[in-house]
Each structure stands twice: as structure tokens, then as C-alpha cells.
T-cell receptor, first 114, second 110 residues
Framework: IAGITQAPTSQILAAGRRMTLRCTQD?????MYWYRQDLGLGLRLIHY???????GKGEVPDGYSVSRANTDDFPLTLASAVPSQTSVYFC?????????????FGAGSRLTVL | RKEVEQDPGPFNVPEGATVAFNCTYS??????FFWYRQDCRKEPKLLMS???SGNEDGRFTAQLNRASQYISLLIRDSKLSDSATYLC???????????FGTGTSLTVIP
């Protein structure tokens, strides 16, 4: 099924642990994004990638890192998780970085940091 | 000031009612506008793009008012299945700058 796959679906994590959220798309989209969604704050951009090999910082990048080794994969890593990173994380993609493009989202990863 | 502001609701309407949501944006350079729908504990999905001339898709009508910097979504003949959160999204067309509203919650009541 064409689209975006995220893993894990949910995870409970102890503070201080390292965690990688995986995101894979099979639509050959150039641009990919990571958002977090918190109650009352809406979706906020963490990091993005316009094309394989490039990444950029979004609105709330601190504590997160990404890599884009190829077109399909865009993992998000929390080097040392903190409770404030408890959130729902959505990976998204678009054909390219033009603003008129529509975003396609993955099903989300619900992360709880204790 | 937030880039995009929406009334969070909740809007509780009976089946068959007409309901309208507004969304305001702060950056006059915004170029692309969208409404997304998000069901509880699911990912956002595109409902419709919003064009300058306004556009309609079945029971849904979206309008853009650049002078006042707001977009609207009108839902006619509400169905139970319309119950969801509706997200207003704005983009500057400079790449990657999608700004999301916090969403408006709609519940359609039998």
C-alpha cells in the first residue's frame, strides 16, 4: 500500500534513553517532515528534508536529530529522551518542497517519556 | 502571535445542520491554504485545498479572503461521519513552512 509507514506505533520510554522513530515512504516524494502534536499547540515542525542528503531545522528542533540517507527513509532520533518530549509524532512527505504541495502523513508514533 | 488561529470549539451540531469554521492567518505573504481533517488518534488527511476563487467539493465549500486574511470552511447537511477535528493550514510557498492551526472540533449529533 502506497504511503508512509511509521514505527513504533507507540512506545513508553525511560528518561535519558535513546530512541529512534522510523519513517518510510514509497511514493518517491522528495520532501519529508517530522512534526509533533501536543494538545492546544497543534502540529509543530521538528525537522525537514527537501531531498535525500539534506536536512533542516524546524520550529522545535532541540533534542532531536534526523538523517536522510536515501529518498525513502527519514528517521528521527531522540538522543536522550526527556518527559517534555512526550507527544504524538507524525512523519509526513510531499512531492517536493513547494508550498502548494499537499502533505501526506503517516499514522503517527505515540511516545511517552517517564 | 500565532501564525494561524482557529476557534477550537467544540462545535456540536445536529445532523443536517450547516456549520462554518473560520481561520485567520497573520502573514500576508501566505500563498497556499488547506483544510485537513483529523479523526481522533489518527493522522491528518487533506480535506481540500483552498483557492482564491473559492472552491466546492460536494457538501464542503472553502473560501479565501486575502484582504482580511482568513479562510473558511462551510459544511452543509452535516453527517455523523463529519465528526472530527478540522485543521487550517497555511504555507508561505517558500518551502517547508506549513503552519497549522490547533484545530476546530466538530461533533455531529444524531
Amino acid at each position: 500500500i502506497a504511503g508512509i509507514t511509521q514505527a513504533p506505533t507507540s512506545q513508553i520510554l525511560a528518561a535519558g534513553r535513546r530512541m529512534t522513530l522510523r519513517c518510510t515512504q514509497d511514493m518517491r516524494h522528495n520532501a519529508m517532515y517530522w512534526y509533533r502534536q501536543d494538545l492546544g499547540l497543534g502540529l509543530r515542525l521538528i525537522h525537514y528534508s527537501n531531498t535525500a542528503g539534506t536536512t533542516g531545522k524546524g520550529e522545535v528542533p532541540d533534542g532531536y536529530s534526523v538523517s536522510r540517507a536515501n529518498t525513502d527513509d527519514f528517521p528521527l532520533t531522540l538522543a536522550s529522551a526527556v518527559p517534555s518530549q512526550t507527544s504524538v509524532y507524525f512523519c509526513a512527505s510531499s512531492p517536493d518542497s513547494a508550498g502548494a504541495n499537499v502533505l501526506t502523513f503517516g499514522a503517527g508514533s505515540r511516545l511517552t517519556v517517564l | 502571535r500565532k501564525e494561524v488561529e482557529q476557534d477550537p470549539g467544540p462545535f456540536n451540531v445536529p445532523e443536517g445542520a450547516t456549520v462554518a469554521f473560520n481561520c485567520t492567518y497573520s502573514n500576508s505573504a501566505s500563498q497556499s491554504f488547506f483544510w485537513y481533517r483529523q479523526d481522533c488518534r489518527k493522522e491528518p488527511k487533506l480535506l481540500m485545498s483552498v483557492y482564491s476563487s473559492g472552491n466546492e467539493d460536494g457538501r464542503f465549500t472553502a473560501q479565501l479572503n486575502r484582504a482580511s486574511q482568513y479562510i473558511s470552511l462551510l459544511i452543509r447537511d452535516s453527517k455523523l461521519s463529519d465528526s472530527a477535528t478540522y485543521l487550517c493550514v497555511v504555507n508561505l510557498n517558500t518551502g517547508n513552512q506549513f503552519y497549522f492551526g490547533t484545530g476546530t472540533s466538530l461533533t455531529v449529533i444524531p
